[in-house]
């Protein structure tokens, strides 16, 4: 009798974490079509071997803030803005995932009753207790928050078993590796690590979040094929961020 390839997985439900950057390609504004349709593609994927993700993605193809060129803009608006992108963002993925076959819903942290439904926690868990996957936008519906923070959230109370930042480097390395080729990749990591050296994995709230609800973290590239699939398999793939080893003081 062959095996069942689900009840392999060690992770059934993962949050994806991809930044807006990722969706415009190359230039990494805007949308690029092929990126779109790669990213979904990989989706379906992952829905087609038993895993029902739901995902937070960036808006930094449209907008990352404008304190240096905009001086007049006010912080508050400013995050404003970016969660409007952020919702841009949700809806043309979510229609490129329902081109791929895959059921697909929309919540949004700012109310938008024309546009996609209000974040509800219950609501959201239904819909992936469904197998339906979940586009959380809108950041956390505050400013002075990142969709880094928003994703570790978004984890911990819709019940997600690992929060993954898929980006375009392969893990946490000790020294930025685009400009350090020395750079030493970590194969696992502590959050108080994390934090004590200042690694910039994800901000603070967001590593703060996952240490305190124990929500594991996975860094990782969508460079590599089937990086996502690869990892909720159980390959060890990418950075593991853990809990913290005894010797770790803050």
């Not at 992108?85 to 938008?112: K, P, W, Y």
């Not at 339906?132 to 911990?156: H, K, M, Q």
């Not at 089937?226 to 990892?231: G, I, M």
Request: hydrophobic share 40%; with cysteine.
């Amino acid at each position: 009798m062959s095996s069942n390839p689900v009840s392999s997985l060690v992770y059934k439900h993962p949050l994806l974490k991809l930044s807006g950057e990722m969706l415009g390609g190359e230039s990494g504004f805007g949308y690029h079509r092929q990126s779109l349709e790669e990213y979904a593609r990989g989706v379906a994927k992952l829905v087609q071997n038993g895993i029902t993700p739901a995902l937070v993605l960036g808006g930094g193809n449209f907008f990352r803030g404008a304190r240096g060129h905009l001086p007049a803009l006010k912080r508050h608006h400013g995050d404003f803005i970016g969660m409007l992108s952020t919702v841009m963002n949700a809806l043309c993925f979510a229609d490129h995932l329902l081109d791929c076959g895959v059921r697909c819903e929309v919540f949004s942290a700012v109310e938008m009753p024309r546009i996609c439904k209000l974040y509800d926690i219950d609501m959201a868990r239904r819909a992936l207790d469904t197998n339906t996957v979940c586009i959380f936008a809108g950041g956390t519906g505050n400013p002075y928050f990142s969709t880094d923070t928003a994703a570790a959230l978004r984890a911990v109370e819709v019940g997600c078993d690992v929060l993954i930042k898929a980006t375009k480097v392969d893990g946490v390395y000790d020294d930025d590796p685009r400009k350090n080729p020395m750079a030493k990749k970590f194969d696992w990591i502590s959050y108080g690590e994390v934090l004590a050296r200042n690694l910039g994995v994800m901000d603070l709230m967001a590593i703060a979040l996952c240490r305190e609800n124990r929500m594991p973290l996975l860094v990782l590239s969508l460079a590599e094929s089937d990086s996502v699939l690869r990892a909720c398999r159980g390959e060890n793939i990418g950075t593991r961020v853990m809990e913290d080893s005894p010797g770790v003081v803050l």
